[in-house]
């Protein structure tokens, strides 16, 4: 087992971590707080990352600007001890292990090498490049520039890659690279690039990994055109996209921008999932259901351009609040009834109800988002599950799929509005899909008093295990739920 890596407050301490003895007199500091770091050379927050954030100690000094920082950061103890450990030691992890360095016949001996000074500038943001570095010696830090202030998002050392994705994906560069002490580094050109992927399939799909993993830090990301639109900033991710809030460039209208991540744009399955996404929304126009714009494929991936719903997830309402009133409830489950009835008119079921895709918006007016998991009614699903605690028997057993499995989901959704709490909470995965295999929905009522006898009686045939005890379809839901509660 590996030594345990030390964040900067554990190495130094400093005692400003929170709940440190010197916070009272000195206050937190901004690397042991800001989680936006989190993961970067290993660390808890900015823990191993500390030199280029402002707020943070620095040779006896409680603040000082980033560039003093860093300066004398430099020269401490604790920056070389990362710089050894993300370096050298993982050396063979990184891009190297793929390069016999030295060897007869290795690409890296037709690669230039070029040198810089520290505090020297290797890449401009928004330039354009046709070639990406390997560092050979030294470190870097990387700043995104955002209407003149500059934001540190990240750190290279030995055997990191810089800007692999202008040439992966032909963008222009993503942000600024500056040297921290002397670097030296490989050069990799366009055309060697090109050659090593296709004798390389599995150097390429490493680098693949290197530009979506670039893609997903939660520091500041430089602005990026796509197509007719304008992505600002990363407001999500997924197993297999990233989304955007962006914009129109003509227009200015906001609007998300999702992202297929460039490990999967590789393979063609997801590429057909992805666009069936963006051909499913498409044909649907109703006031409940998120919108779709656009579909650009550009920068070896695909971007879908949808309406940006602004409200709340009903997941986070949830959070907040616990449990709603049943006036409440019954008033969103008819307009989701009503969107779902809609879709299942057009011959598309949604197969991932539950709160995160849920939006309430001012008036209490529901939006339905996330179709990237839709199917045509009668669909054999055996590519997804779905979300775990909401999905239905017939999706774990890969069985046929229709509109009582979004019956179901919206079920346990409604049991969560009611009682606060999911019917089948367990952490253990393979517990969780068990209970939904042999259990139908709990009676709420049992829980939560009150309750009106319409709701009560939707929660329990919605989530029957079996789908021929559930409602057939929407239309008979809704009869069911009735039209509406007062207290």
């Known amino acids: 087992m590996g030594k ?12 400003r971590e929170p709940g ?19 993961g970067i ?30 300066k004398s950061c430099v020269n401490c103890d604790f920056y070389h001890t990362v710089n050894a450990q993300e370096g050298t030691a993982n050396l063979r992890k990184k891009f190297l292990r793929f390069v016999p360095v030295g060897g007869a016949g290795s690409f890296i001996n037709e690669m230039p090498v070029k040198n810089f000074k520290a505090g020297e500038r290797l890449i401009s943001q928004g330039e354009s490049g046709n070639a990406a570095y390997i560092i050979q010696r030294g470190s870097c830090l990387v700043v995104v520039e955002i209407d003149g202030v500059r ?53 390429l799909n490493f680098l693949s990994e290197i530009v979506t993993a670039r893609f997903d830090s939660k520091r500041p990301t430089s ?31 906001p609007v998300v921008i999702k992202m297929l991540r460039h490990n999967m744009a590789m393979h063609a399955d997801f590429i057909d999932s992805f666009k069936n996404e963006a051909r499913l929304i498409k044909q649907l126009d109703y006031e409940n259901i998120v919108s779709l714009y656009d579909c650009v494929e550009q920068f070896k991936t ?34 989701i009834c009503n969107s779902l009835k809609y879709a299942h008119n057009h011959g598309v079921l949604h197969r991932d109800i539950n709160p995160t895709n849920i939006m309430i918006q001012d008036g209490d007016i529901i939006k339905i ?24 028997p017939e999706q774990i057993n890969a069985e046929r799929v229709d509109e009582r499995t979004d019956i ?19 952490e253990n995965i393979g517990k969780l899909i068990q209970l939904h295999l042999e259990n139908d929905i709990p009676d709420p009522g049992k829980i939560i008093s009150g309750i009106p006898d319409e709701l009560r009686r939707f929660i329990l045939k919605s989530g029957k295990c079996d789908p021929d005890e559930r409602y057939f379809n929407v239309e008979q839901a809704i009869k069911g739920l009735g039209t509406g509660y007062d207290n």
């Open 41 to 70: 050379n290993s660390g808890k927050n900015a823990g191993r990352f500390c030199w280029p954030v402002s707020g943070t100690f620095s040779n006896g000094r409680v603040s000082c600007p980033v560039t003093d920082k860093i």
């Open 151 to 203: 934001h540190p998002v990240g750190h290279r050392c030995n055997g990191d890659i810089i800007d692999m994705m202008a040439l992966f994906t032909g963008e222009h560069r993503s942000a600024h690279v500056e040297a921290e002490t002397d670097v030296s580094v490989w050069v990799i050109n366009r055309s060697l690039f090109e050659d090593i992927s296709k004798k390389d399939p599995d150097l």
């Open 302 to 335: 695909i971007f879908i351009i949808m309406e940006y719903v602004i409200g709340e997830a009903l997941s986070d309402i949830l959070k907040k609040n616990g449990r709603l009133p049943a006036n409440t409830i019954i008033k969103y489950l008819n307009q």
């Open 4 to 15: 345990k890596k030390l964040n900067c407050w554990e190495y130094k301490k400093c005692g």
């Open 369 to 392: 988002i996330d179709f990237g998991l839709a199917c045509p009614i009668g669909t054999e699903d055996e590519n997804s599950l779905g979300t775990v605690a909401y999905i239905a």
């Open 20 to 38: 440190g003895d010197q916070v009272a007199d000195l206050g937190e500091c901004e690397a042991a707080c800001d989680t936006s770091f989190n």
């Open 408 to 426: 179901y989901a919206l079920g346990i959704t409604a049991y969560e509005m009611v009682t606060g709490e999911k019917p089948f909470a367990d």
């Open 223 to 253: 602005e990026r055109t796509i197509g007719d639109y304008l992505a600002t900033k990363i407001i999500g991710r997924g197993g297999y996209s990233i989304v955007y809030k962006g914009k129109q460039i003509k227009t200015g209208q």
